[in-house]
């Protein structure tokens, strides 16, 4: 089976910074476009930031201007580098990726994120 491994989520005031981490297992990681999705109970999960395989990126417009999505295929591994965090920013975070339109690994545990005003 093919996964993923989130982390480096927290708590941090407004204001801070967190980095994740998300490690993939498999050989697809770098056709893969990657995402970061988050969560809150009884929330439908949305896209927070996605890189394509050649390094393109997108972003949900609230955290545009904050957030960082990167990846190192060498490592499978994606990043998602959280500035100027808001309390709004508070969710449990999890990575996925999608290859010819298909989510490629099982969803992970995910990384809790908390923002304290």
């Known amino acids: 089976q093919v996964q993923v491994v989130e982390s480096g989520g927290g708590l941090v005031q407004a204001g801070g910074s967190l980095r994740l981490s998300c490690a993939a297992s498999?050989?697809?990681?770098?056709?893969?476009?990657m995402g970061w999705y988050r969560q809150a109970p009884e929330n439908k999960r949305e896209l927070v930031a996605r890189i394509t395989s050649d390094g393109s990126t997108n972003y949900l417009d609230s955290v545009k201007g904050r957030f960082t999505i990167s990846r190192d295929n060498a490592k499978s591994t994606v990043y998602l580098q959280m500035n100027s965090l808001k309390p709004e920013d508070t969710d449990v975070y999890y990575c996925?990726?999608?290859?010819?339109?298909?989510?490629?690994?099982?969803w992970g545990q995910g990384t809790q994120v908390t923002v304290s005003s």
């Open positions: 498999g050989t697809i990681f770098r056709f893969t476009t």
């Open positions: 996925n990726g999608e290859f010819r339109q298909q989510l490629v690994y099982n």
